[in-house]
């Protein structure tokens, strides 16, 4: 069983920035790529971004490409997403997840590729 425990979210302005951290447990952390998705009221959740095992790629969707920063540190079994000039579009709550394989190869853009995932973390922007 692996446990991701999200941090970070909270209330900001427009323009301004938030950090949000995901914990894992467990020993396998290094080995699988990680996801951060968002899900708005009454909205499907949608993919934000990715990043690959070592931390050695990363993708993003297009909405948040260039504000968001994905990266991981896997001495410490946490995955981050650096949220830069947010917009009142980027209210959700927002979840991270472990992708389900192991291989480097493969989508990393759909709920399906992942089987772990944390209970969210709500991020509101104001206006």
């Known amino acids: 069983q692996v446990l991701l425990v999200e941090s970070g979210g909270g209330l900001v302005q427009a323009g301004g920035s938030l950090r949000l951290s995901c914990a894992a447990s467990?020993?396998?952390?290094?080995?699988?790529?990680m996801g951060w998705f968002r899900q708005a009221p009454g909205k499907e959740r949608e993919f934000v971004a990715a990043?690959?095992?070592?931390?050695?790629?990363?993708y993003y969707v297009d909405s948040v490409k260039g504000r968001f920063t994905c990266s991981r540190d896997n001495a410490k079994n946490t995955v981050y997403l650096g949220m830069n000039n947010l917009k009142v579009e980027d209210t959700a709550v927002y979840y991270c997840?472990?992708?389900?394989?192991?291989?480097?190869?493969?989508?990393?853009?759909?709920?399906?590729?992942?089987?772990?995932w944390g209970q969210g973390t709500q991020v509101t922007v104001s206006s």
């Open positions: 997840a472990r992708r389900s394989t192991t291989r480097y190869s493969g989508s990393y853009s759909r709920v399906s590729d992942y089987d772990y």
């Open positions: 467990g020993r396998t952390f290094s080995s699988y790529g």
């Open positions: 990043i690959s095992s070592n931390g050695g790629w990363t």
